[in-house]
């Protein structure tokens, strides 16, 4: 087989009408943005960007693989699934930062910096400790702080329980 030196190749990849468009497109010179065109991606980007109810799902489905984490014993899932609690409420958060309320506005930042410093800092402690007991304790005051939120946001009606179900029934949850 014979070899082709670099440019060879280049010049043989460019031949291919697709890869011959790109390299075309990214010669062109950038057009600078204006307002309008900003203003239009940013509109376009929002009617896109899934709402707050979404990330909440995800939180859901993560803080209930979390509780069977643990209930197992396999520590690793367990402080993986906080993780990725911690994570989707900050995502959460970014989605929509003030709620409107009846009688004025909630700002969540605050609620989940709390929620994060001490709730989930307890069931970080518990998960370390490997002691379910205390993960036990941690997990439900985590979910009454996170109840909490959804009174305050005038959702009470959004109502958490301990899981009697796992969110994935495809994982395995034994260490």
Request: aromatic letters at 8%.
């Amino acid at each position: 087989m014979k070899s082709l030196t670099l440019r060879a190749l280049l010049l043989s990849l460019l031949s291919i009408p697709v890869l011959s468009t790109l390299a075309a497109e990214a010669e062109k010179p950038a057009v600078p943005p204006t307002l309008e065109s900003l203003q239009a991606e940013v509109d376009r980007l929002r009617s896109i960007m899934p709402g707050q109810a979404f990330a909440m799902t995800q939180i859901a489905y993560n803080f209930s693989n979390l509780w069977f984490a643990a209930e197992a014993g396999n520590w690793p899932m367990a402080q993986f699934y906080l993780g990725e609690t911690r994570v989707r409420l900050r995502w959460a958060v970014r989605i929509q930062p003030v709620r409107r309320l009846a009688n004025g506005q909630l700002d969540l930042e605050p609620i989940a910096t709390a929620l994060e410093s001490q709730q989930m800092a307890a069931v970080t402690a518990a998960i370390e400790a490997k002691d379910n007991t205390r993960f036990t304790t941690a997990y439900t005051e985590l979910m009454q702080g996170c109840q909490a939120c959804h009174t305050a946001s005038e959702k009470p009606y959004l109502k958490l329980h301990i899981p009697t179900v796992p969110a994935e029934t495809m994982l395995d949850f034994m260490p």
